[in-house]
């Protein structure tokens, strides 16, 4: 069974920092570029952060740049987020996702499969 789950979600106050991991099973995430998505409520879904099958930063957003980092190891089938300085702005459930070419793409159509999201509050 193909499975993207994420973890690493949770409650941090602002300007703290979290990891957020994408496990994928039943598929090898080598084939795949991957991009992790947020939503937060009443707000469109927004693309975070992409990764090329070639380990590379193929995008990431502009209200994150430069506390967000995208990497992946494929020899665990996980890719990471790491996010520092976190913003209450930045509140918001979390999807990687993955899809079946070398560069990610921020267009959320493009991708083939989902995780089930996980939840990030920043808050004091």
């Known amino acids: 069974q193909v499975q993207l789950v994420e973890s690493g979600g949770g409650l941090v106050q602002p300007g703290g920092s979290l990891r957020l991991s994408c496990a994928a099973s039943g598929f090898a995430l080598d084939n795949y570029a991957i991009g992790w998505f947020r939503q937060a409520p009443g707000k469109v879904r927004e693309a975070v952060a992409g990764i090329s099958t070639s380990d590379v930063t193929t995008y990431i957003a502009d209200s994150v740049k430069g506390r967000f980092t995208i990497s992946r190891d494929n020899a665990k089938n996980t890719v990471y987020l790491l996010m520092k300085s976190l913003k209450p702005e930045d509140a918001a459930v979390y999807y990687c996702?993955?899809?079946?070419?070398?560069?990610?793409?921020?267009?959320?159509?493009?991708?083939?499969?989902w995780g089930q999201g996980t939840q990030v509050t920043v808050s004091s």
């Open positions: 996702a993955a899809e079946r070419r070398p560069d990610a793409t921020p267009r959320a159509d493009d991708y083939d499969y």
